[in-house]
């Protein structure tokens, strides 16, 4: 399996833009993760999916910011608008309930709101 | 409520010596699962172990070595003989999973640098 796939890799918007992060996770895996990182407030769980059902969104920030997961290979995470303190970098992961809960991360996408 | 604390922000090492990064949890469920992450500068965060909490056996793998201790409620990292390619930041998470419902908590990292 290639891994969990994000995309784009890189994002430079002006405020007040729509961002779309996409993500493919390992197939067979029944879990799905988004984080974002900063270094203010480090790794934090925006929300996860268990089969495509959004399960807690509590770490979801504010209502510009919306994910879903329509099939079990994508997902996708919105901003609505974009604001220059969503700037982060935001990771996709997913993982096998069935198997160790071990978390595979994607490469993450680097988002910059100027 | 769950909380990990790596208290450690920053530790610098000379190159062969030997390092341990801490990492200190608090839940009060029985059942969960700690692992270790590591984010070199690259930016990936790299799966390096994963512990359930009824197996408190230390394991080693390589220079790397991990030390679970239930009584403190710990799950420190050793690095022994640390090289260049040791510099990054690991993290330190711990796992909830109660029928299908996931609680996650990770640690606020540790950066180490190793100087040659």
């Known amino acids: 399996d290639a891994g969990v796939i994000q995309s784009p890799r890189h994002e430079v918007t002006e405020m007040g833009q729509e961002v779309t992060l996409r993500c493919k996770p390992i197939?067979?895996?029944?879990?799905l993760f988004w984080y974002r990182q900063t270094m203010m407030r480090g790794l934090e769980l925006l929300i996860y999916f268990n089969n495509n059902v959004p399960i807690d969104d509590s770490g979801m920030p504010e209502d510009r910011f919306s994910a879903k997961m329509p099939n079990a290979s994508f997902s996708t995470l919105k901003i609505q608008p974009s604001e220059p303190r969503d700037s982060a970098v935001y990771f996709c992961a997913s993982s096998d309930f069935g198997d160790s809960d071990e978390q595979y991360f994607g490469p993450g996408t680097r988002l910059t709101v100027t | 409520a769950q909380k990990v604390t790596q208290a450690q922000t920053e530790i610098s090492v000379v190159e062969k010596e030997d390092v341990t990064l801490d990492c200190v949890y608090e839940t009060r469920d029985t059942t969960y699962y700690l692992f270790w992450y590591k984010q070199p500068p690259s930016g990936e965060l790299v799966f390096l172990i994963r512990r359930n909490s009824f197996d408190e056996q230390n394991e080693i793998s390589g220079r790397y070595s991990w030390n679970f201790q239930k009584s403190t409620s710990s799950f420190n990292f050793t690095i022994t003989a640390s090289q260049v390619v040791d510099s990054a930041v690991y993290f330190c998470?711990?796992?909830?999973?109660?029928?299908?419902?996931?609680?996650?908590?990770f640690g606020t990292g540790t950066k180490l640098q190793v100087i040659p």
């Open positions: 197939s067979g895996h029944d879990y």
């Open positions: 998470a711990l796992i909830l999973n109660s029928g299908g419902y996931q609680k996650v908590t």
